[in-house]
């Protein structure tokens, strides 16, 4: 895609109301390429047609639920997620991150917070700082594996692949580009989730343990990706 706007965004929800309010708002910013599903069978027939840019994905589904969803869809993309859902408890948030989603909004909300959170994970998925300024370098070796940037997916030495969320490619880029040096929890949570940061401290640490299963040989005893004590996090320089 040239431009935000150009972003295929498939809206799964099946509140038909929601659905035609969600779409008249982002049609009204300037997204062109929308989709509806009402059940997880709709949305699956979507995805398998072609991938969206994007996904805005409800929890209470007909014939389903959003996390079953969200588990499949994992297994087939790193398509950037955002649940947008009426269930405002903790767990629920933290499992939907937990799972992948790249943010989590709960109803009501409010039709400009969620054009923001949309652009912004747009933004940090496709059109990343640096883009095009002469900055690029797909890979990262760490020890017996190889994170691929570009494909979004970690190499192990016996050629095994794990693939990566859009949230974990962002944070594991936000730390290799300060690597050797420690980077708060804001400025993470910030890469993460824009302005709207604020309360995200568990979620990040959430992403954060996700993260060493994918890149660390022993997750519990990390080798790369430390722990500064109530500083922040930092990508050892190592080999």
Not at 182 to 204: C, H, K, M, P, R
Request: glycine share 8%.
């Amino acid at each position: 895609m040239e431009q935000i706007y150009d972003s295929h965004i498939l809206l799964v929800d099946d509140n038909e109301q929601l659905r035609d309010m969600v779409t008249g708002i982002l049609q009204k910013e300037g997204f062109r390429h929308l989709w509806t599903a009402k059940d997880c069978r709709s949305c699956r027939e979507i995805c398998r047609k072609g991938m969206p840019d994007l996904i805005v994905l409800d929890i209470g589904l007909p014939d389903g639920d959003g996390f079953t969803l969200l588990h499949e869809i994992r297994v087939l993309s790193n398509v950037p997620v955002l649940f947008l859902s009426a269930r405002d408890e903790d767990s629920d948030r933290l499992l939907g991150l937990g799972l992948g989603a790249d943010d989590y909004l709960t109803k009501p909300f409010l039709p400009r917070e969620l054009v923001l959170r949309i652009i912004a994970i747009l933004k940090r998925t496709y059109f990343p700082a640096g883009a095009g300024k002469g900055y690029r370098q797909d890979e990262l070796v760490l020890g017996s594996r190889t994170v691929d940037f570009a494909e979004g997916v970690v190499r192990s030495a016996d050629g095994s692949l794990c693939r990566l969320t859009a949230k974990e490619t962002i944070l594991l880029k936000k730390l290799w580009e300060n690597r050797g040096r420690i980077v708060t929890f804001d400025a993470l949570s910030q890469a993460l989730w824009g302005e709207f940061y604020y309360g995200y401290e568990n979620s990040l640490m959430v992403h954060i343990r996700r993260l060493r299963e994918k890149i660390e040989e022993t997750p519990s005893q990390p080798q790369y990706l430390t722990t500064a004590r109530g500083l922040g996090y930092k990508l050892e320089k190592g080999q």
